[in-house]
């Protein structure tokens, strides 16, 4: 069978094919209220689709965008995975989610791959690595982009300039650090991700800041660069246990550092918050429910995500030098409480 071209819906509605475009592309051009229900109409009974792969031939560009995610099973990618497509499909276009598995090698694969295929933008959900190489290559991708009137929108700190839509980490880490000092809490420990990861440097970077404006004294065993995992907040807990640190409060870099914390915590019959206040940035679906439920600072992941496939999308702000900035509001849940007494004291 023939595939049904728009000439063929023109003829049978009896307009020119210009209208038919306008109609099924939804143009910001007037067509009469009875024309329109005679091309739909056409449309509908001949079964007619737009052939996408001629338009983009003609334009240079596809009806395609690009996620590129560093772990789809965490949740913390999901949600934006979720916000991402349901967006893409809003603008009636397809979005190509790539997954990376942490592995900075495949990404920049996935950015080649993605030019290949001509995508209209690419959203880059996870922080960027300050490494010279893999930051002069996402330059030359941003580039090429910009140079054809599109764009890469990223969600994390990359450490180079082009259109952010994010938290500004630095004072999120400052503001979680902030809200234990004025629980009464005076030795703080930091749990933090990769160290060459700038979402991870920026947060750490805050809670140093907090700790000097109330005059506290930075402590580098309280310290401990790992991975934003489950594992990683899990062992570096039960580090400073062993190495019998004297704390009071944590602050985990995101709330899987923090789920692993608890953990860790509860083994050792260590109360959470009578003992041991612990509070992280992320908000994820479990937070709620884990056991105490996290006190945490609240990234709007799903809004954000939503906000970057506009830029992408409507050519809407921020530009290729700006950012829009989302608030992250603390969460106050059970895992945080006023100061009473620390561990490894005496």
Known sequence: MARVSIEDVANLAGVSI???????????????EKTKKKVLKAVKELNYFPDFTAQNLRNNFSNTIGLITREISDPYFGIIARAVTERASYYGVLSIVCNTGRNPVNELQYHDLLWQHKVRGIILSGGGLDADDYRDKLQEQIKRYNDHGNRIVSLAPQGLEMPYVTIDNRATGEMITDYLVDLGHRKIAFLGGPEQIY??????????????????????????????????????????LLE????????????????????????????VPG????????????????????????????????????????????????????????????????????????
């Not at 506290?216 to 065993?221: I, Y």
């Not at 600072?297 to 530009?319: E, H, N, T």
Request: contains cysteine; charged residues 20%.
């Open 275 to 346: 003992q041991v206040s612990v509070i992280s940035i992320g908000d994820l679906p479990l937070s709620t429910h884990i056991d105490p439920p996290l006190t945490t600072a609240q990234v709007p992941l799903y809004d954000m995500a939503l906000r970057a496939v506009d830029v992408i999308m409507d050519g809407s702000k921020p530009d290729h030098n700006a950012s829009l900035i989302f608030k992250t509001p603390i969460v106050k849940r059970l895992s945080t409480a006023p100061y009473i007494s620390g561990l490894g004291q005496g």
């Open 199 to 240: 979402t991870a440097s920026e947060r750490v970077k805050g809670y140093k800041l907090s700790l000097t404006k109330h005059g506290l004294t930075f402590d580098p065993s309280l310290l401990h660069h790992g991975q934003f995992s489950w594992e990683s907040g899990y062992e570096a807990a039960r580090r400073l």
């Open 244 to 271: 019998n640190r004297e704390f009071s409060g944590i602050c985990c870099a995101n709330d899987d550092i923090a789920y692993g914390v608890l953990q860790a915590l509860k083994e050792q019959n260590i109360q």
């Open 18 to 32: 210009t209208t038919v475009s306008r109609v099924i592309n939804n143009k910001d051009y007037p067509v009469a």
